[in-house]
C-alpha cells in the first residue's frame, strides 16, 4: 500500500468519526513532503539542509456553519481530539449560507487527468552542491562582476490527498527542482546587483546552471553606471521576468471572492473588450509538467482548461463552490486550499498566448520609451486599477537599447494598459503565470 493510500484511509477514517459525532458534512486534506536545500556563497557552503513534514487538515460543517482545524500529529489520540475541535469550533460560529461541499453529482468521478507533476528521481546533495557551484562559478566569471550574494539548488516532493463525506477521493503529486544565483558588479557606491534561476518539475527540464549564472551576471554588468531617465508620456516595454505580473493583476481581478464582495476594477466588464483583439488568456491546470498542474480542484471538482479573456474579451470569473454560489453561477474548478482554511478561488497555469511580433520589432517602432526589467512595489489599487510601480531597466531610443536606467516610477490604470497592450511572440513557460514581452503604449514615465 502506497502513502496516498494510507493517507485516503486516515481521511476517510476522520470523516466517518465526525460524522458519527455530529457533523453533516465534512472533507479532509493530506499533505506530505519532503525537500533538500543549499546555498552556498563565494564557494563556500552556506546551508545544506533535508525537511520532511506531514500535515492534515479536517472542514466540519454542522448545517451551514463550518469550521477548519488541522494538526501535523496523527497519532489515533490527536486525530480524536482534533474532530472534537472542529465539532465544538462548528457549534460556536455564525452560519455561512454558501458553505457546503460538491454534491455527488458536481464532484470530479475520475479517472483524474494525468499531468505528470513528479519527477520520480530524487537528486543527492551532491547534486544538489555541483548544482549551485556551477551556477556560482559561472557567474562570477562574468567581466565586471565583483562578487556573489550567493547562489541556491533545491528539490522538493509533495502528495496531496483529498477525501469528502459527498464520495470524493483523489491523490496527486509534485515535485520542484531548482537554481538560482544574485551577482553584484561593479565597485563600491557604483555597485549593482541582479539575478536569475530556473524552477522545473523535472531535473531534466531545468534550465543549465551555467547559463543561469552567465545570464545573472550579464544582467548585472548590464546595469552599471545608470541614469534616472526622464520624466514623459512614453511606450513601456515588460521583460517577460515582469510581464507576468500584468497577469496577477488580470487574475486578482476576475477572482470570484472579490467580484461576490462587489469590488475589483473588473467587476463590470463580464463580456467586454479589455484587451485588444486576437489577444487570448488561459488557464489550464492539466498542462504537462505545468508548475501549477493538479488533476482536480481543491473541492473535488473536474477542473478543465480555461478562456479567461478570449479574443481580447472577458469570458469568466475565477469561482469556487462558494462564490458561485455567492454569484449565483457554477464553480469552473478553481478552488485551493491549505490545510488549515477553507478552499478559495486561485488559478493553476495561466499564460497569455503569444503574439506575431518580435521583442526586436516591438522595441523597434520605438522613439523613445523604456524597457522594464524588475519592479519594486506595490502600488497598484485594486478596486479603481490605478498602477504605480517602481522600476529599473533600460532607455530605448530610436528603436535601440540606449543605456541602463533605475529609480524610475512608471503609472497608469489597469483598464487602459490591458486595452492598449501589445504580446511578443516570445512566450515561454518559466513560472506558473507566464506572459510573453509585452509592450503597452501611453504610460506616465516618471524619472528626473
Known sequence: MTDADTDLDLLDTLIAKARARGADQADAVAARGVSISH??????????????????????????????????DWSPSALDDLVERALAMAGAVPDDPYAGLATAEQISPGPHPNVDSVDPVEPSAQDLLDCAAAAEEAALSVAGVSNSEGAEADWSHWSIALAASNGFSGTYQGSRHGVGVSVLAGEGVGMESDYDYSTAVYRSDLDDPVKVGKSAGERAVAKLNPRKGPTTSAPVIFDPRVSNGMLRHLTSAVNGAGIARGVGFLKDKMGDQIMPKGVTVLDDPHRPRGLGSKPFDAEGLANPALALVEDGVLQTWILDLRSARQLDLTSNGRAARGV???????????????????????????????YVTSMMGMGVNGVTGDYSRGASGFWIEKGEIAYPVNEVTVAGNLIE????????????????????????????????
Do not use: C, H
Request: aromatic share 6%.
Open 340 to 370: 488549515s482554511g477553507p478552499p478559495s478561488p486561485s488559478t493553476t497555469n495561466v499564460y497569455m498566448q503569444p503574439g506575431d511580433l518580435t521583442p526586436e520589432a516591438l522595441i523597434g517602432e520605438i522613439e523613445s520609451g523604456f
Open 39 to 72: 546555498a552556498r556563497r563565494l564557494g563556500n557552503v552556506e546551508k545544506l539542509e533535508r525537511s520532511e513534514s506531514q500535515d492534515l487538515g479536517l472542514r466540519v460543517l454542522i448545517g451551514q456553519k463550518q469550521a477548519v482545524v488541522s494538526s501535523n
Open 417 to 448: 494598459m490591458f486595452l492598449n497592450l501589445t504580446p511578443a511572440n516570445d512566450l515561454t513557460f518559466k513560472y506558473a503565470t507566464n506572459a510573453p514581452t509585452l509592450r503597452i503604449d501611453g504610460m506616465t514615465v516618471a524619472g528626473e
